[in-house]
């Protein structure tokens, strides 16, 4: 299972950049798929996570900015980000909760990261 996360990048504060996450290799199902955030210095951190019902969960600072959806047919997970502010700059990570088989548990993955840098 891979995940291959994009669309990270410069960016003002107060501007807007777009994340995309999807996965691929050989699985039967995604439960939960993921972004989290590690600013340097910091622990690695959740920034929002969305079931394959599609029910969203934000972490209190990107709440009301930050909007995640999903594509299951295309295995993909996105991060809308507006109204960036300079501590939102950190490596943003895909997660994703896959099971491989039927007969195997849900086990995370995780993509290689894309960096967010935004100026202030």
């Known amino acids: 299972v891979q995940l291959q996360a994009s669309g990270g990048g410069l960016v003002q504060a107060g501007g807007s950049l777009r994340l995309s996450c999807v996965a691929s290799?050989?699985?039967?199902?995604?439960?939960?798929m993921g972004w989290y955030r590690q600013a340097p210095g910091n622990q690695r951190e959740l920034v929002a996570t969305?079931?394959?019902?599609?029910?969203?969960n934000y972490a209190a600072p990107v709440k009301g900015r930050f909007t995640i959806s999903e594509d299951n047919a295309k295995k993909a997970a996105y991060l809308q980000m507006n109204s960036l502010k300079s501590e939102d700059t950190a490596v943003y990570y895909c997660?994703?909760?896959?099971?491989?088989?039927?007969?195997?548990?849900?086990?995370?993955?995780w993509g290689q990261g894309t960096l967010v840098t935004v100026s202030s």
């Open positions: 997660n994703a909760y896959v099971k491989r088989t039927w007969a195997t548990p849900y086990e995370a993955y």
């Open positions: 290799g050989s699985f039967v199902s995604i439960n939960v």
């Open positions: 969305i079931t394959r019902t599609g029910s969203a």
